[in-house]
C-alpha cells in the first residue's frame, strides 16, 4: 500500500493534449513563439502550420486583408513568411503607419483626390541603404517603413502636410520623396546632420529629423528652423519642436486631418487647431474660432510669437428672417502671458461689413503677434438689425488661446555671452487687421469657390 503512494503521476505534456485545445493555447502565442512550436515535434511542427492561426499575425502586423489573400494565392502561413522577409525589421511600425497611410489615402480621396495622386509609389530597401551611404547617416526605422509605403510626394500644391493663407503670405509643404530629402541633408553648422521632411515651394520653409544628438537636439527630433536674429553666429538656430520621432509626427498629424482636426479648405488641408470649447453663442448667432502658430514668421530673439485665426459667424437656419443683420464694428480684449492687457476696436473686418441671414456663413482670417509664447484673446462683434435699423446689439467672441510650440535654444546661443543678446520683452499684442483674409459668404451645407483676397 505504502509502495503504490510512491509512485509519481507522469508529467503533464503539451503533446498528450487533444487537437483543439492544444490549437486554442497555440493560437494565443505570438509569432515568434509560434514558429518556434514548429522545431520542437512532428506534432507541434504540424499543428503549428495550421493556417488559421497565421491569419491573426496576418491581420494583426500586415494588416492584409481576405481579399488580398485570395489574390495572392497562398496560404496564411506563406503570406506571413514571404511579407516578414521582406519588412521584417519594420514589424514595430509596418501596421500602424501601413493604417494611417490607407485612412490617409481614403479620407482625401474624397475630399482632395489631386494631392492623393501627387503621392508616390514606394521605394526599395537597396534605395534606402544607398540614401545611408550618401549621407553617411543611419535612417530610423519608422522613416524608413513610411517609405517602403510611400515614397512622399511630387512637389506640387498643395502639399500633403498642409497649408495656411494670408492675404500676403502662403505656405503649403510637401512631404519629400527619399531622394530629394537626400540632396537637402544638412551638414553645416546649426543644422549638423539634420534631414529635411518637407518643404514649401513658396517660402523655403523645411521641417527637420535630427539623425544624430548633436548640438543640443535629441536623436530623431522634429523641429522647424528659427534662426537667430540676434545673433552674431549664422550658426545659432533656434527649433520650434514638431515631433520626437517620425512615427509620433506622422501619425499624430494623419490622425488630426482624418478626424476633421484639420479642415479641408478649397482641396488643401489648413493646419487649423479647433477647440471645441471655443464657441460662443448669441441670440441665433454662433462664433468659432480656429488658431495655428506660424513658425515661419515667428523668431525666439527676438520674442515674436505669430498666430493666424480663423473666425466663423453663423446664423442659425431657424432663425427668423427679420433677424438679418449687418456687422458693424469689432472690439477685441487682448492678454498676453504676462497679463499685458491691449484693447482694439475698429469697423467692420477684414474691411468688410458682412450680412448674416438665416443659414448663412461668413467666415474670415486675421492673425496677431505676442512678444511671449502665448496669449488669448476674446471681444465682441457690433451689429444691428435689417429691417429694424436703429437696434443695435454685441455678439460674444469666446476667448481663444495662443500658445507656441516646445523650442529650444541654439547651443550656439548658450554658449555665447548673454549680455551680448539683450531682450526687449515689452512689445504689443496686435490685433492685426491689415493682414485679414477675407472669405467667402456661403449657404449651408456646401462651401463655394475660392474666396477673393483682400489686400
Known amino acids: 500500500m505504502a509502495a503504490s503512494l510512491d509512485v509519481e503521476p507522469p508529467a503533464l505534456s503539451l503533446e498528450l493534449l487533444p487537437t483543439d485545445p492544444l490549437l486554442l ?4 502565442l505570438d509569432y515568434r513563439d509560434l514558429m518556434s512550436c514548429c522545431y520542437l515535434s512532428r506534432r507541434l511542427n504540424q499543428l503549428s502550420s495550421h ?3 497565421w491569419k491573426r499575425h496576418c491581420k494583426k502586423y500586415w494588416l492584409i486583408s481576405e481579399e488580398e489573400k485570395t489574390q495572392r494565392n497562398q496560404s496564411w502561413k506563406a503570406i506571413f513568411i514571404s511579407t516578414y522577409s521582406d519588412l521584417g525589421r519594420y514589424i514595430r511600425y509596418y501596421a500602424t503607419l501601413k493604417k494611417a497611410w490607407d485612412d ?30 550618401q549621407i553617411g547617416c543611419k535612417l530610423p526605422d519608422d522613416y524608413r517603413c513610411s517609405f ?10 498643395p502639399g500633403l502636410m498642409g497649408s495656411m493663407a494670408l492675404s500676403n503670405h502662403y505656405r503649403s509643404e510637401d512631404l519629400l520623396d527619399i531622394d530629394t530629402a537626400a540632396g537637402g541633408f544638412q551638414q553645416r553648422l546649426g543644422l549638423k546632420q539634420c534631414l529635411p521632411l518637407t518643404f514649401c515651394i513658396h517660402t523655403g520653409l523645411s521641417q527637420y529629423m535630427a539623425l544624430e544628438s548633436v548640438e543640443g537636439r535629441n536623436k530623431y527630433e522634429i523641429f522647424y528652423q528659427c534662426p537667430d536674429q540676434m545673433a552674431r553666429n549664422p550658426s545659432a538656430i533656434d527649433m520650434f519642436i514638431t515631433g520626437t520621432s517620425y512615427l509620433e509626427w506622422f501619425t499624430s498629424y494623419v490622425n488630426k486631418v482624418v478626424t476633421g482636426g484639420y479642415p479641408i479648405i478649397r482641396d488643401q488641408i489648413f493646419r487649423y487647431v479647433h477647440d471645441k470649447e471655443c464657441v460662443a453663442t448669441t441670440g441665433d448667432i454662433t462664433v468659432s474660432v480656429s488658431t495655428s502658430f506660424l513658425p515661419e514668421l515667428s523668431s525666439v530673439h527676438p520674442p515674436h510669437y505669430f498666430f493666424t485665426y480663423r473666425i466663423r459667424i453663423e446664423m442659425s437656419k ?17 492678454t498676453n502671458a504676462k497679463g499685458d492687457v491691449e484693447e482694439v476696436q475698429g469697423p467692420g473686418v477684414v474691411g468688410e461689413f458682412p450680412i448674416i441671414s438665416p443659414g448663412r456663413v461668413y467666415e474670415y482670417t486675421s492673425c496677431t503677434t505676442f512678444s511671449t509664447t502665448s496669449g488669448y484673446m476674446e471681444g465682441y462683434y457690433t451689429f444691428h438689425c435689417l429691417y429694424y435699423k436703429e437696434k443695435f446689439f454685441n455678439v460674444t467672441i469666446p476667448r481663444f488661446h495662443m500658445v507656441c510650440p516646445t523650442f529650444k535654444v541654439s547651443t550656439a546661443r548658450m554658449e555665447t555671452n548673454h549680455n551680448e543678446y539683450a531682450v526687449d520683452e515689452d512689445e504689443d499684442s496686435t490685433d492685426t487687421d491689415e493682414y485679414e483674409d477675407r472669405h467667402r459668404v456661403l449657404d449651408i451645407p456646401a462651401p463655394s469657390g475660392r474666396c477673393p483676397r483682400h489686400t
Open 25 to 28: 493555447i497555440l493560437s494565443f
Open 51 to 53: 493556417d488559421p492561426l
Open 104 to 133: 490617409l489615402e481614403k479620407y482625401l480621396g474624397q475630399r482632395c483626390p489631386r494631392m492623393i495622386g501627387s503621392l508616390k509609389e514606394s521605394v526599395q530597401e537597396e534605395d534606402l541603404d544607398a540614401v545611408e551611404a
Open 148 to 157: 517602403r509605403i510611400h515614397n512622399g510626394q511630387k512637389l506640387v500644391v
Open 318 to 334: 431657424d432663425a427668423l428672417p427679420e433677424k438679418a443683420c449687418q456687422l458693424d464694428s469689432r472690439y477685441w480684449r487682448i
